[in-house]
């Protein structure tokens, strides 16, 4: 059975940093493409990050880029997302996602998801 784990988030002013940290077990997390994702309340959830399963390239969404930064250690099963520099609007849950099957494209929409996490809140104030 697959379960995705997240950690991390929490309560920060606007400027702050945030690192967040993501454990996957029952699959084989070296070969797996990773994502964050964030949802405000009201809105739909969306891409804000990816990884391939060997960690060499990563994506970004516009809103992010320069400011975030995630990380894939294979010996520790970890994702991580360092977050820097945080704005009000990165109010959010944040979930942690893997892809369908090994090897595959990292996620960047909900439909290239296959195992989704609880989510972590993450609050930014002004």
């Known amino acids: 059975q697959v379960q995705v784990v997240e950690s991390g988030g929490g309560l920060v002013q606007a400027g702050g940093s945030l690192r967040l940290s993501c454990t996957a077990s029952g699959l084989t997390f070296d070969v797996y493409g990773m994502a964050w994702f964030r949802q405000a309340p009201g809105k739909e959830r969306e891409g804000v990050s990816s990884i391939a399963w060997s960690g060499a390239n990563a994506y970004y969404a516009d809103s992010v880029k320069g400011r975030f930064t995630i990380s894939k250690d294979n010996r520790k099963n970890t994702l991580y997302l360092q977050m820097n520099n945080l704005k009000p609007e990165d109010t959010a849950i944040y979930y942690c996602?893997?892809?369908?099957?090994?090897?595959?494209?990292?996620?960047?929409?909900?439909?290239?998801?296959?195992?989704w996490g609880q989510g972590t809140q993450v609050t930014v104030s002004s």
């Open positions: 996602a893997a892809a369908r099957s090994p090897y595959l494209t990292p996620p960047r929409g909900v439909g290239d998801v296959g195992y």
